[in-house]
């Protein structure tokens, strides 16, 4: 069945530094790939998405790059704030198009 | 921006009392979806619905029950709480029809936290 499997934390940055959080999925055929942010006390937001291969979602100076090669949708950020302390999901949706969900990384941004 | 609203935010309650967990969504959305998420942050679905009368289990096994009578309400019930089911439960919605090149993004409530105490 379909899975994802993304990295786990948590973890603590400094404001302005470099993030990179791993995802890597395992599907059948072509599924499409998110990116969720929950921010404490709230639901989950979507934060950028991809349907096919080579597509690049980007939104509030995340990227992720759908790599079909690597089965990979790695999120990057050149320069965190304090303000995106959140939890981070990693997520794909096949073709029941129910999402499956990665467990989720906890970032904190230290001022 | 994404209309779909929890209530209560917050429900402490003691064991053994019925709890309904109130979701509506005001985007006519076919499909509804209940999420149980653990301390540990992990989602679990546990309930979903592809229309008014269409209810199924999700991936993870719920003592809960759910209802759909009206498109935008999709509420969850739990008979007899215990608790090991203090957890936070999410409440999502999407469109039904899949159209080329748009994707049938899950828009969230907010959560309800729930402690049986």
């Known amino acids: 069945g379909n899975s994802v499997t993304q990295m786990e934390g948590p973890v603590t940055l400094s404001e302005e530094a470099f993030l990179t959080i791993n995802c890597t999925y395992t599907?059948?055929?072509?599924?499409?790939l998110f990116w969720y942010v929950q921010y404490p006390g709230e639901g989950l937001q979507l934060l950028l998405k991809?349907?096919?291969?080579?597509d690049k979602g980007s939104n509030k100076g995340f990227e992720a790059t759908y790599r079909k090669e690597t089965t990979s949708f790695h999120l990057e950020k050149g320069s965190v704030q304090v303000s995106d302390s959140a939890v981070y999901f990693c997520?794909?949706?096949?073709?029941?198009?129910?999402?499956?969900f990665g467990k989720g990384m906890k970032l904190t941004v230290n001022p | 921006e994404a209309d779909i609203y929890q209530t209560p935010r917050y429900l402490v309650i003691g064991t053994g009392k019925k709890i309904t967990l109130e979701c509506s969504q005001t985007?006519?959305?076919?499909?509804m979806y209940w999420y149980q998420q653990d301390p540990g942050m992990e989602l679990h679905l546990i309930h979903y619905?592809?229309?008014?009368?269409?209810?199924e289990k999700g991936d993870l096994s719920s003592e809960s029950t759910v209802s759909r009578i009206r498109t935008e309400h999709f509420p969850l019930t739990l008979e007899s709480a215990r608790p090991s089911h203090t957890s936070q439960y999410l409440c999502?919605?999407?469109?039904?029809?899949?159209?080329?090149?748009?994707?049938?993004?899950?828009?969230f409530g907010p959560g309800t936290r729930l402690t049986v105490l």
């Open positions: 997520a794909l949706q096949g073709g029941s198009e129910k999402l499956v």
């Open positions: 619905s592809y229309g008014v009368n269409s209810t």
């Open positions: 985007m006519g959305h076919d499909k």
């Open positions: 991809a349907t096919k291969a080579d």
């Open positions: 999502a919605s999407s469109r039904h029809h899949r159209t080329s090149g748009a994707l049938n993004e899950q828009f």
């Open positions: 599907a059948t055929g072509y599924p499409s």
